[in-house]
């Protein structure tokens, strides 16, 4: 089993890119196949035969929530990170910038060597500069452009977590949810 943490600023996509691909890598399935560890919902998805838990999270933007419900589960997505075989990255192309919460996550991700951005809502976009600035600053990290909502580019994303799934360096632990 191998947890993999989607990870990104409110409003990002998070929720509905868990969803969608998990419909799209398993279309037979009815109904997503959930499990709640501690407040975060996992989509249990299947690639190459290795069971993944795909975590969706909360929000860590900056600032100190007024709501302790809220501040505890943002203690849960900092652990799930911390834990996290695999990391994904969920950035709205359409609200991005070099400062904020994005840029401690890429800064903390690229110390990783399974850390995958994926830039979303593109369908919104009609130029392709994010992503040139984005491999022109970050030039190791693997970025793609999808549409969590359409369902773009969810082959690539596929086909990166295979990779991923396949290189030696991942540590699989056993699973005691935190
Ligand atoms: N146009 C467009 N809207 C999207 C896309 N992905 C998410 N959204 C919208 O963004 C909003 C927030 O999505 P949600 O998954 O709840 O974000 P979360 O807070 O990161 O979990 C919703 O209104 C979605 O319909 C996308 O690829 N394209
Ligand atoms: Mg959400």
């Given at each position: 089993m191998v947890r993999c943490i989607v990870i990104g600023k409110d409003n990002s996509g998070k929720t509905i890119f868990c969803k969608n691909f998990s419909k799209f890598l398993h279309p037979k399935n009815k109904k997503n196949e959930t499990l709640t560890q501690k407040n975060l919902t996992n989509y249990k998805i299947n690639i190459k035969n290795e069971e993944i838990y795909l975590i969706d999270s909360v929000s860590i933007d900056s600032g100190i929530d007024k709501s302790e419900r809220r501040r505890r589960e943002r203690t849960k997505t900092l652990y799930a990170l911390i834990e996290a075989e695999i990391i994904i990255h969920i950035i709205d192309a359409t609200d991005f910038s070099f400062d904020g919460i994005d840029k401690y996550i890429l800064?903390?991700?690229?110390?990783?060597?399974?850390?995958?951005?994926?830039?979303?809502?593109?369908?919104?976009?009609?130029?392709?500069?994010?992503?040139?600035?984005?491999?022109?600053?970050?030039?190791?990290?693997?970025?793609?452009?999808?549409?969590?909502?359409?369902?773009?580019?969810?082959?690539?994303?596929?086909?990166?977590?295979?990779?991923?799934?396949?290189?030696?360096?991942?540590h699989r632990k056993n699973y005691f949810g935190w």
């Open positions: 800064d903390y991700g690229m110390t990783k060597d399974k850390y995958l951005v994926l830039l979303n809502k593109t369908d919104k976009i009609h130029d392709n500069n994010l992503m040139k600035n984005m491999i022109r600053t970050y030039p190791k990290i693997n970025i793609f452009n999808i549409s969590a909502k359409k369902r773009i580019g969810f082959n690539n994303v596929k086909t990166c977590l295979r990779h991923m799934i396949s290189c030696d360096k991942i």
